[in-house]
């Protein structure tokens, strides 16, 4: 024998308490999904800060940095182009730490651990081979542009200084235990500053650059000296570099600071 079943009712027939039963159901499914992102904000809002941004969305960047850590080679090289399709007038990305005229008694600082700061000349980097890169250089604002920059690769000049090394030997990046882990720069007035990974730092496409289009570069592009470092957005790439240093502590970063990533690799 079949198991009996209640006819169903005509929606006009249902009990009005069994409608307000869904009513209240539904109301309590979408409270509790709405309260679910309040609740979120308000544990967000009530997170201390950690550099310079709320500790969670911190943990996601620095999250984020770990990934792009894991893909990182200086095989892996960026794309560049025909010195034809460099943009022959570059656009400027910011003025801050260059606001005031250049040093003419400009040098380059260089703290080394145990030694007296190192003191060179723009002339001193023009001594070490030069090589030209013609790549898009990419704003972390959204927009980019081909341009054509020349100077000497970072890597050479810790090479030829023995810079980045603990063991004041010449920084090789297969000896990962000897090798201070971040680069810090800043411009000679102090008003921006950066910190770069030892692995980036030695990227064979980083330069400390002095040319830009074949002509030396002008103040609004960080005469006399600035970095060029292909792997990273604008951000990272300091204008009138006046003192550098190395520590296995993070530096200071201007825009870290204010929020940004620290990476900001591409």
Sequence with gaps: MSQSTEPKLPESDV?????R???????????????????????ITHSPKLRGIKKPFRQVLDANEQVARTYFSNTNLVRTFPVEAAEKKARVNGYDGIRTPVPEDWKLQIDRPNAEPLMLAIDDIKALPKHEIVY?????????????????????FLEHYKLGSKSGNSPTPDNTND???????????????????????????TLLAYELNGQPINAAHGAPLR????????VKNLKRIGRMFFADQRPPDFWAERGYDYYVGL
């Design 136 to 156: 898009e250089f990419k704003c972390i604002e959204g927009w980019s542009q081909v341009q054509h920059w020349g100077g000497a690769r970072l890597s050479d």
């Design 179 to 205: 090798l201070f882990k971040y680069v810090g720069m800043e411009t000679p007035d102090k008003g921006y500053y950066v910190g770069i990974d030892i692995e980036s730092a030695m990227h064979p496409q």
């Design 21 to 43: 039963r869904k009513v209240l159901q539904s109301f309590g499914l979408f409270a509790l999904a709405a309260a679910v992102p309040v609740g979120v904000y308000e544990w």
């Design 15 to 19: 009990p009005e308490s069994a409608v």
């Design 227 to 234: 970095l060029i470092i292909p792997v990273k957005y604008g």
